[in-house]
């Protein structure tokens, strides 16, 4: 069996920053996509961001872009998501996940998820 993992999350002001993390166990990240989706109250669960496991060329959604970066650590076996001046509208339970299929940003190109860490910003 194999673990999808995220911490970070938390509350904070908009304009803060934070960084999540994901973390595997009995995979090799670098070896799959891995993309960081987010679910509002309410929502439809939105992609926000991607990073390739070749080239680790990076996606994300036009919200984020520009505040946001997914980045790997091999040596850790981690995925972040560094995720600065943060908006209210960025509040959701925000889940990575790995995979091999074509279409990055949809989430049913992914096979593994973790179970989601929540973040919350208050204006």
């Known amino acids: 069996q194999v673990q999808l993992v995220e911490s970070g999350g938390g509350l904070v002001q908009a304009g803060d920053s934070l960084r999540l993390s994901c973390a595997a166990s009995?995979?090799?990240?670098?070896?799959?996509?891995t993309a960081w989706f987010r679910q509002a109250p309410g929502k439809e669960r939105e992609f926000v961001a991607a990073?390739?496991?070749?080239?680790?060329?990076?996606y994300y959604t036009d919200s984020v872009k520009g505040r946001f970066t997914v980045s790997r650590d091999n040596a850790k076996n981690t995925v972040y998501l560094q995720m600065n001046s943060l908006k209210p509208e960025d509040t959701a339970v925000y889940f990575c996940?790995?995979?091999?299929?074509?279409?990055?940003?949809?989430?049913?190109?992914?096979?593994?998820w973790g179970q989601g860490t929540q973040v919350t910003v208050s204006s």
């Open positions: 009995g995979r090799t990240l670098s070896m799959y996509n």
């Open positions: 990073i390739l496991r070749s080239s680790s060329s990076t």
């Open positions: 996940a790995t995979g091999s299929q074509v279409q990055v940003t949809v989430a049913s190109a992914y096979v593994y």
